[in-house]
Nanobody, 116 residues
């Protein structure tokens, strides 16, 4: 079991970049596939990106590919999301997710707001 804490969100202007982080305050993420999801007001939670346990596979949601990059550092027990060319449509609460054979753990989320 892991406890996840996201950080690094904030208010940025359109076109800016932001790197958000997720660290495990308890447990280790080494054996988990790690993912980012986001949820905008009034919308369903949306898949953003996922990275495999051994870092050799990544996959992105359609609107994020080419702008967002997911990475992880198992030694630091952390996963990151580098977001470039942010647009107002990227405004949402971003959630970190750990998945081990269908056992899911979530962080509390970090707010990202992009102004036009």
């Amino acid at each position: 079991q892991v406890q996840l804490v996201e950080s690094g969100g904030g208010l940025v202007q359109a076109g800016a970049s932001l790197n958000i982080s997720c660290t495990a305050s308890a447990g280790t993420i080494t054996n988990y596939a790690m993912a980012w999801f986001r949820q905008a007001p009034g919308k369903e939670r949306e898949f953003v990106a996922v990275i495999s346990q051994n870092i050799d596979t990544t996959f992105y949601g359609d609107s994020m590919s080419g702008r967002f990059t997911i990475s992880r550092d198992n030694a630091k027990n952390a996963v990151y999301l580098q977001m470039n060319s942010l647009q107002p449509g990227d405004t949402a609460v971003y959630y970190c997710n750990a998945n081990l054979y269908g056992h899911l753990f979530w962080g509390q989320g970090t707010q990202v707001t992009v102004s036009s």
